[in-house]
T-cell receptor, first 113, second 112 residues
Framework: EAQVTQNPRYLITVTGKKLTVTCSQN?????MSWYRQDPGLGLRQIYY???????DKGDVPEGYKVSRKEKRNFPLILESPSPNQTSLYFC????????????FGPGTRLTVL | GNSVTQMEGPVTLSEEAFLTINCTYT??????LFWYVQYPGEGLQLLLK?????DKGSNKGFEATYRKETTSFHLEKGSVQVSDSAVYFC???????????FGQGTRLTINP
């Protein structure tokens, strides 16, 4: 089954404690992206990757890091989480530049206390 | 800049009612336009799309027409069902850009 998986699905943590949210896709997609979803703001792109070892900033990259060492994985790293990073995070992937046909993961709800 | 504005939610309707969710956009150049749906506890799914002026996208009984003159892409359905309860996002993509620009989302609840 074609899918994008994220782990964990739910996470409660404390300020400053480094965390990683994993994202994996099994569709051999080149393009992968991370979004955060906040009430009244819709989805905002954090980072994206056009292919292995190619990443670029989205609209709200501050406080986040990503890496793309393998085609299937695109982890999101919060080196020192803060309460304003409490949000619902989505990973997505697609072929090439067909970003309108992105497959979205189920989401990770992060709470930073 | 490029942006998408959706009607304020939440929207609550009775089953079989007519649905309209307004969406307007501001864009440099000629965008492609999309509606995504997010069912409870799930990620977004592409619902329909239109790539040029006067195109009509349709899927699952939903329709939206790309209106360049009014910079709009309103979502409509003639008779909604309880299973249509979800959050709906309007989005655009500028040709050559590597990202989608989303509206803020509209939560739709259909009561039986």
């Amino acid at each position: 089954e074609a899918q994008v998986t994220q782990n964990p699905r739910y996470l409660i943590t404390v300020t400053g404690k480094k965390l990683t949210v994993t994202c994996s896709q099994n569709m051999n997609h080149e393009y992968m992206s991370w979004y955060r979803q906040d009430p009244g703001l819709g989805l905002r792109q954090i980072y994206y990757s056009m292919n292995v070892e190619v990443t670029d900033k989205g609209d709200v990259p501050e406080g986040y890091k990503v890496s793309r060492k393998e085609k299937r994985n695109f982890p999101l790293i919060l080196e020192s989480p803060s309460p304003n990073q409490t949000s619902l995070y989505f990973c997505a992937s697609s072929f090439g530049d067909r970003v309108n046909e992105q497959f979205f993961g189920p989401g990770t709800r992060l709470t930073v206390l | 800049g490029n942006s998408v504005t959706q009607m304020e939610g939440p929207v609550t309707l009775s089953e079989e009612a007519f649905l309209t969710i307004n969406c307007t956009y501001t864009a440099t150049g000629y965008p492609s336009l999309f509606w995504y749906v997010q069912y409870p506890g799930e990620g977004l799914q592409l619902l329909l799309k239109a790539t040029k002026a006067d195109d009509k996208g349709s899927n699952k009984g939903f329709e939206a027409t790309y209106r360049k003159e009014t910079t709009s892409f309103h979502l409509e359905k003639g008779s909604v069902q309880v299973s249509d309860s979800a959050v709906y996002f309007c989005a655009l993509k500028i040709q050559g850009a590597q990202k989608l620009v989303f509206g803020q989302g509209t939560r739709l609840t259909i009561n039986p």
